[in-house]
């Protein structure tokens, strides 16, 4: 991966075995070596064998940690899959300039678009845990990152179709319009705001012999329109398993159209500009860009 952020911070080994040495020294002997992974908000590096260590690259991602370590205690036992356990928060030092987590470690692949060992029941696995999530009653939560209804990414899912226009990118910009101008006539949700994760990307997602084994990376979930949520039908399951998907999660028609935006705004605004810096999130724009035209 290339640098993704103006602002980014540099991270290495060293930087996290001085952190740990500093703040948590009972894991500061354990080996460190840092994670391949297409996420855009964290540096992952693996400690030993049972923990990672979560370094924000930006300080908008630095602000989600506690967060995070409230909520995932309260959300794990009402999903069907393991979900991050916290078990350290660290504080700015050694130049690093935010607070970071130590989490445990979760055993599974990351999963990638189109390629699931069994799609159909993967479809299945993911239904069961939007379904549970949509479902946890835990009173008031924080708002969820695109929470808000579809039309507040007009303008920028706008601007970023005008500018893939004008690269290389072989699609059809008037197309993809198209498409999102049909996902904003959708009606609105007009139920009670619901826990959502609204960032179920693949790296986001672990597998294990053809099922979810995991679903990670909070830092976005919160309560608003579950149809963002329904993001898996475009950027990972295949066009056979969209459908068990669908009628697992039990999406009307709206819902649909407005999860289907999503994950073509998702695309669309990530593709520009990460196109040149990381590969895993650019394939998969590009992936949700043709399903999501292909209809």
Known sequence: MGTMHADEA?????????????????WADLPV????????VNAIYRVGTGLTVRLPLTAGGAGTLEQEAYWLPRLAPLVPVPVPEVVGLGQAAEGYPWGWAVHRWIDGEVLVEGRADAPEQLAR?????????????????????????LAAADA??????????????????????????????????????RWIHSDLMPSNLLGAGGRLAAV??????????????????????????RQVFR???????????????WALSMAVIQLPYYRRTNPVISANARYVIRQVLAG
């Open 216 to 241: 990670i990376d909070f830092g976005t979930a919160g309560l608003g329109d579950p149809a963002v949520d329904l993001i898996p039908a475009w950027n990972l399951l295949p066009p056979a398993a």
């Open 33 to 40: 070596r840092r994670l391949e992974s297409g996420g855009t």
């Open 156 to 193: 920028e899912t706008r601007a970023a179709i005008e500018e893939l226009r004008h690269t290389d990118e072989p699609f059809d910009a008037d197309a993809a319009l198209a498409a999102w101008e049909e996902a904003l006539a959708a009606p609105g949700w007009t139920g009670e705001p």
């Open 125 to 149: 696995d993911l239904a069961a845990f939007v379904t549970a999530l949509r479902g946890a009653e835990l009173g008031a939560g924080p708002p969820a990152h695109r929470g808000e209804p």
């Open 247 to 261: 009628e697992a999660v039990d999406a009307d028609d709206a819902a649909w159209a407005r999860g289907r935006g």
């Open 10 to 26: 540099e991270t290495d080994e060293d930087l996290v075995r001085r952190l740990l040495r500093g703040q948590f020294p009972q």
